[in-house]
């Protein structure tokens, strides 16, 4: 049984190796990774001396050679491949163990040229695996360091790979050179004309991993699953562990990831209640139970079945809290003993466990996504994210009223969480709590007054309370709506023609209005 072996990260490959040595398996290697396994005082082969030619060109050809490769892609129970083989002195290759040159890593690298990009371009490591993975009925490969135990004890325990290890591994092989390829394509059709790079490719290759198929999508009649990032950011919704609780529905998913974004995006401890993708309850508090206590007051018809998440520890006081009401989902970096106890009872509900970003939110940019995408027919919207966040610095204010410190800090607050209400957006806010959001609508007026209408059922007064509109009102009806409902401070990001009659209005209504400058729309 004879082993290839040509590697560019060597983790563990000594071991490997070693391993190999043990159970009689014959080592062939190249260059580098032949010279640190003769170090080590195995005996290996060099590929040189199977191709009787030697490396060439800087090492760009050393293993694209009829004597490797008609090695690799025999079929053993062919007699004709056979005697292929013997009529020209090939030996058949039975395993390969092969990484890739690191391009990822390398044009991740600030300062990274074009010239350093192409030469850590594999050729001659993927034509290999393609080969070996093709042929996988008889040949293993290994693409990873994460493989190399696993193919071991099988090789220890029954003397030979299953069938069923073989094409694992050759499906391994195949997403492995598919992911690379795509990591180069996207790299180099960023490059346009002069030069400069663009943010969007000229071709754009997703690379996503199936963490499970769903029992069916938003409807019964559709079919679904969910997917990660090849290389999902830590903070993020597809890093959850799950504790307890039924299986997440499509549904629960994307609800869930829409109240883990809000909430990770406050400072203190927090608590966003979602319901059909949009904050009915977001409010922040001294702890955990405050925050959920204040959030759920916004509208507790609405929180019935609703999505829950923390961006604390939630602890008993909290859960028992939370478990007086019906509740899908329940999300939280940690949860305690307790907590947790409280939830035993309750078996259906889905309790997630999410860390936040390592650094928490000075690490801010660690959890969320750089990129936004959706599909049209046939096509693909794609687009930076909405992270933009805002500081008082930045507010401008253009009435003659002024908002005080107090009213600032709750502008910043709504405005905040206008960015996660669906466009049209209005929330009325006040004291860190939300008391009204109006969303959705194809009109802000009524996005307005049915904001309006969820305090009044809520038993909530608007009055003294704060606004934020998620775009600038382009006539003053809006301004009058909201003030009449109670507000007296109002957060918008300006560019309306008529912006000068809105800021009439706001003074003629003696309230107080700061322009952002920056518009969150969210369809």
Same mark, same amino acid.
């Given at each position: 049984?004879?082993?290839?072996?040509?590697?560019?990260?060597?983790?563990?490959?000594?071991?490997?190796?070693?391993?190999?040595?043990?159970?009689?398996?014959?080592?062939?290697?190249?260059?580098?990774?032949?010279?640190?396994?003769?170090?080590?005082?195995?005996?290996?082969?060099?590929?040189?001396?199977?191709?009787?030619?030697?490396?060439?060109?800087?090492?760009?050809?050393?293993?694209?050679?009829?004597?490797?490769?008609?090695?690799?892609?025999?079929?053993?129970?062919?007699?004709?491949?056979?005697?292929?083989?013997?009529?020209?002195?090939?030996?058949?290759?039975?395993?390969?163990?092969?990484?890739?040159?690191?391009?990822?890593?390398?044009?991740?690298?600030?300062?990274?040229?074009?010239?350093?990009?192409?030469?850590?371009?594999?050729?001659?490591?993927?034509?290999?695996?393609?080969?070996?993975?093709?042929?996988?009925?008889?040949?293993?490969?290994?693409?990873?360091?994460?493989?190399?135990?696993?193919?071991?004890?099988?090789?220890?325990?029954?003397?030979?790979?299953?069938?069923?290890?073989?094409?694992?591994?050759?499906?391994?092989?195949?997403?492995?050179?598919?992911?690379?390829?795509?990591?180069?394509?996207?790299?180099?059709?960023?490059?346009?004309?002069?030069?400069?790079?663009?943010?969007?490719?000229?071709?754009?290759?997703?690379?996503?991993?199936?963490?499970?198929?769903?029992?069916?999508?938003?409807?019964?009649?559709?079919?679904?699953?969910?997917?990660?990032?090849?290389?999902?950011?830590?903070?993020?919704?597809?890093?959850?562990?799950?504790?307890?609780?039924?299986?997440?529905?499509?549904?629960?998913?994307?609800?869930?990831?829409?109240?883990?974004?809000?909430?990770?995006?406050?400072?203190?401890?927090?608590?966003?209640?979602?319901?059909?993708?949009?904050?009915?309850?977001?409010?922040?508090?001294?702890?955990?139970?405050?925050?959920?206590?204040?959030?759920?007051?916004?509208?507790?018809?609405?929180?019935?079945?609703?999505?829950?998440?923390?961006?604390?520890?939630?602890?008993?006081?909290?859960?028992?809290?939370?478990?007086?009401?019906?509740?899908?989902?329940?999300?939280?970096?940690?949860?305690?003993?307790?907590?947790?106890?409280?939830?035993?009872?309750?078996?259906?509900?889905?309790?997630?466990?999410?860390?936040?970003?390592?650094?928490?939110?000075?690490?801010?940019?660690?959890?969320?996504?750089?990129?936004?995408?959706?599909?049209?027919?046939?096509?693909?919207?794609?687009?930076?994210?909405?992270?933009?966040?805002?500081?008082?610095?930045?507010?401008?204010?253009?009435?003659?009223?002024?908002?005080?410190?107090?009213?600032?800090?709750?502008?910043?607050?709504?405005?905040?969480?206008?960015?996660? =209400?669906? @466009?049209? %957006?209005?929330?009325?806010?006040? #004291? *860190?709590?939300?008391?009204? &959001?109006? /969303? +959705?609508?194809?009109?802000?007026?009524?996005?307005?007054?049915?904001?309006?209408?969820?305090?009044?059922?809520?038993?909530?007064?608007?009055?003294?309370?704060? =606004?934020? @509109?998620? %775009?600038?009102?382009?006539?003053? #009806? *809006?301004?009058?709506?909201? &003030?009449? /409902? +109670?507000?007296?401070?109002?957060?918008?990001?300006?560019?309306?023609?008529?912006?000068?009659?809105?800021?009439?209005?706001?003074?003629?209504?003696?309230?107080?209005?700061?322009?952002?400058?920056?518009?969150?729309?969210?369809?």
């Amino acid at each position: 049984m004879n082993a290839l072996i040509s590697v560019s990260d060597k983790t563990g490959i000594v071991e490997l190796a070693q391993a190999l040595h043990a159970l009689g398996i014959r080592l062939i290697s190249t260059g580098g990774t032949a010279k640190l396994l003769a170090d080590q005082g195995l005996p290996v082969t060099e590929v040189a001396q199977v191709t009787e030619f030697p490396e060439m060109l800087d090492g760009r050809v050393k293993t694209l050679h009829p004597k490797v490769h008609g090695g690799l892609l025999a079929r053993r129970e062919m007699p004709e491949h056979m005697a292929a083989l013997k009529a020209h002195g090939i030996d058949t290759i039975d395993l390969l163990v092969v990484n890739l040159y690191p391009f990822e890593a390398t044009v991740a690298k600030p300062g990274c040229t074009l010239e350093d990009a192409i030469e850590n371009i594999d050729i001659g490591g993927p034509a290999m695996v393609r080969s070996a993975a093709k042929n996988w009925k008889d040949v293993g490969v290994l693409t990873d360091a994460s493989q190399y135990p696993v193919v071991l004890q099988e090789l220890k325990t029954d003397g030979k790979l299953s069938d069923a290890t073989r094409f694992a591994l050759s499906v391994a092989a195949f997403n492995r050179i598919s992911n690379y390829d795509a990591a180069i394509s996207d790299y180099l059709s960023s490059f346009q004309e002069g030069g400069a790079r663009s943010l969007f490719p000229a071709q754009a290759n997703g690379r996503f991993v199936k963490l499970q198929d769903l029992r069916y999508g938003e409807n019964p009649h559709q079919q679904a699953a969910f997917y990660r990032d090849l290389h999902p950011a830590p903070g993020s919704l597809v890093t959850a562990r799950q504790l307890q609780g039924k299986e997440l529905s499509y549904n629960n998913i994307a609800d869930a990831d829409a109240a883990w974004e809000c909430v990770k995006s406050f400072d203190g401890p927090a608590c966003v209640i979602v319901k059909h993708a949009n904050p009915c309850g977001v409010a922040v508090g001294a702890n955990a139970f405050e925050a959920y206590a204040k959030a759920f007051k916004t509208d507790s018809t609405s929180a019935f079945g609703g999505i829950i998440a923390f961006n604390r520890t939630l602890d008993a006081a909290a859960a028992q809290a939370v478990s007086k009401q019906f509740v899908e989902v329940l999300m939280a970096p940690d949860f305690t003993t307790e907590a947790l106890e409280v939830f035993k009872t309750k078996v259906n509900v889905r309790v997630l466990q999410i860390a936040m970003p390592p650094g928490g939110r000075t690490d801010w940019d660690n959890g969320r996504n750089a990129m936004d995408v959706k599909r049209v027919g046939s096509g693909l919207l794609m687009q930076t994210a909405d992270n933009r966040e805002l500081t008082v610095g930045e507010l401008r204010v253009v009435t003659k009223k002024q908002p005080t410190a107090e009213q600032l800090q709750d502008l910043l607050f709504a405005w905040k969480v206008a960015k996660y =209400v669906k @466009s049209n %957006a209005i929330v009325f806010c006040k #004291d *860190g709590m939300t008391m009204g &959001v109006g /969303a +959705g609508q194809m009109s802000r007026l009524d996005s307005a007054r049915i904001a309006s209408i969820k305090a009044q059922h809520a038993g909530l007064s608007l009055k003294g309370t704060v =606004v934020a @509109s998620d %775009a600038f009102f382009p006539f003053r #009806d *809006g301004l009058d709506v909201v &003030v009449d /409902a +109670g507000a007296d401070c109002v957060i918008q990001p300006g560019g309306s023609m008529r912006d000068e009659e809105v800021i009439a209005a706001a003074d003629e209504r003696g309230v107080a209005m700061v322009f952002s400058g920056v518009r969150h729309f969210r369809h």
